[in-house]
């Protein structure tokens, strides 16, 4: 997998946007990046993908750099029970399209 | 997207004895994985299971330790073999619905396995 980079932790107040940011220098032209949280003791649970354009959905936004080599993961409004730990993940064909979790952002939103 | 369903949800098992993961999709999905997660730490793929075929074992992980079973294209079964308390983890399945490389991964809820 192209190497991903996040920051350890973050916090947010509730109500507030979480920006969440993942570097991947390595991307090749043909890899996605997908974006995906761990709530404790859940099974992890899809957020959004993305190739070039930005992409949005009910749960976030993505935001992709022109170059590809960072994005952003965007929880317009957090909520107390967006707390959880969120992974950045280039998968390639390398790997057989498996991800490769790194140990992610942990995220913690506030009252 | 695809419901998985993962049997037990979570056991109690004693040293030196097998236990045996079933991971149910609601409908036939390309491909389907296995995860490992340990306690405090991230998710780490076991093994690729393939149907009609012997699955793709990652570094660290052998068929006789963890056999794995995919006789068609809605269920796999995961057997952690032998287990010692170094096994207590949770034991994820994922399927892969979509072109590869486009495709999206869905996870089951996890079998928690404690061994004593």
């Known amino acids: 997998d192209a190497k991903t980079t996040q920051p350890p932790s973050m916090d947010c107040a509730e109500g507030r946007a979480a920006n969440l940011p993942c570097n991947h220098s390595?991307?090749?032209?043909?890899?996605?990046v997908y974006w995906y949280r761990q709530i404790h003791s859940q099974g992890p649970q899809y957020i959004i993908h993305g190739l070039k354009n930005n992409e949005t959905n009910e749960m976030a936004s993505l935001i992709i750099t022109e170059d590809r080599k960072s994005s952003t993961l965007i929880l317009p409004h957090a909520t107390l029970r967006d707390t959880a730990v969120y992974y950045c993940i280039v998968p390639n064909s390398n790997s057989g399209y498996a991800l490769n979790f790194g140990k992610g952002t942990s995220l913690l939103v506030t009252p | 997207s695809a419901v998985i369903s993962q049997k037990p949800s979570r056991d109690i098992c004693q040293r030196g004895t097998s236990l045996t993961i079933q991971c149910q999709v609601d409908s036939q999905v390309t491909m389907m994985f296995w995860y490992r997660q340990q306690p405090g730490q991230s998710l780490t793929l076991i093994a690729t299971a393939n149907q009609g075929s012997e699955a793709t074992y990652e570094s660290g992980f052998v068929i006789d330790k963890f056999p794995i079973s995919r006789p068609n294209l809605t269920f796999s079964t995961l057997t952690v073999s032998n287990m010692s308390p170094e096994d207590s983890s949770i034991y994820l399945c994922?399927?892969?619905?979509?072109?590869?490389?486009?495709?999206?991964?869905?996870f089951g809820p996890g079998t928690r396995l404690t061994v004593l």
């Open positions: 994922s399927v892969a619905t979509g072109p590869l490389g486009q495709d999206t991964q869905y």
């Open positions: 390595t991307i090749s032209g043909n890899e996605y």
